[in-house]
């Protein structure tokens, strides 16, 4: 995974699926949708910091 290759392992991340180039605007606004919806749980995940 990318995270591990990057030193972060189980870093999460969301996915927008492919292509994306030639898709029409319905396409690209769904597909903006469910990525919305991965991210926004991610972004309101509170993980407790180690000093």
């Given at each position: 995974?990318?995270?591990?290759l990057?030193?972060l ?43």
């Amino acid at each position: 995974m990318v995270g591990e290759l990057n030193g972060l392992p189980g870093y999460p991340f969301a996915v927008i699926t492919h292509p994306v180039a030639n898709n029409d605007d319905d396409v690209l606004r769904e597909k903006a949708r469910a990525a919305v919806n991965a991210i926004v749980p991610l972004l309101m995940q509170r993980k407790e910091s180690v000093h």
